[in-house]
T-cell receptor, first 114, second 112 residues
Framework: NAGVTQTPKFQVLKTGQSMTLQCAQD?????MSWYRQDPGMGLRLIHY???????DQGEVPNGYNVSRSTTEDFPLRLLSAAPSQTSVYFC?????????????FGPGTRLTVT | EDKVVQSPLSLVVHEGDTVTLNCSYEVTNFRSLLWYKQEKKAPTFLFMLTSSGIEKKSGRLSSILDKKELFSILNITATQTGDSAVYLC????????????FGQGTRLTINP
């Protein structure tokens, strides 16, 4: 099993550009989520999904879109990047039924918006 | 608003010292409290605490939860340089759906 994979590892965008951060898992997990991590802020939940076709907002959803068309994939879209979105982004997944505490995190994407 | 606060934010000690990291929380629909260790990349799971007063141990690490006073501590005894990391506390809540609310993290540095 590859676990949770994220691409790209690093990305630099100009303000106003759009991009999609990819996240995939091969563990058949129902629950998937996106977090951003900024210095001194811990991890903050952006969006999450409890299964294919179902998504919901977390703490800091503004400026981000998600969709979940398959169990395996949960892409995060930035429609018009802003410098405030410079951060490290983590995707995570778990079995819903056992509680999301057993979350498996991807390696992260470091995004810089200039 | 759900809130998880960790202290101290940063701690530097010498190898062999014992450290205590703190986590307090104010949330609705508390289910459990979790500790993670984050080195260079993704957080890795350490402990989950659900009941008050029951210590969880793993080697030199231990943790306990106080649901009356709404806090948890993570102890590391006989620290080693490999314990240097950011330690994250998170609270698992259910508000419609399940969520983890994270604290800011404590950056622990162990000097040889």
């Amino acid at each position: 099993n590859a676990g949770v994979t994220q691409t790209p590892k690093f990305q630099v965008l100009k303000t106003g550009q759009s991009m999609t951060l990819q996240c995939a898992q091969d563990m058949n997990h129902e629950y998937m989520s996106w977090y951003r991590q900024d210095p001194g802020m811990g991890l903050r939940l952006i969006h999450y999904s409890v299964g294919a076709g179902i998504t919901d907002q977390g703490e800091v959803p503004n400026g981000y879109n998600v969709s979940r068309s398959t169990t395996e994939d949960f892409p995060l879209r930035l429609l018009s990047a802003a410098p405030s979105q410079t951060s490290v982004y983590f995707c995570a997944s778990s079995y819903s039924g056992r509680g999301i505490y057993e979350q498996y995190f991807g390696p992260g994407t470091r995004l810089t918006v200039t | 608003e759900d809130k998880v606060v960790q202290s101290p934010l940063s701690l530097v000690v010498h190898e062999g010292d014992t450290v205590t990291l703190n986590c307090s929380y104010e949330v609705t629909n508390f289910r459990s409290l979790l500790w993670y260790k984050q080195e260079k990349k993704a957080p890795t799971f350490l402990f989950m605490l659900t009941s008050s007063g029951i210590e969880k141990k793993s080697g030199r690490l231990s943790s306990i939860l106080d649901k009356k006073e709404l806090f948890s501590i993570l102890n590391i005894t006989a620290t080693q340089t490999g314990d240097s990391a950011v330690y994250l506390c998170a609270v698992y809540i259910i508000q419609g759906a399940q969520k983890l609310v994270f604290g800011q993290g404590t950056r622990l540095t162990i000097n040889p």
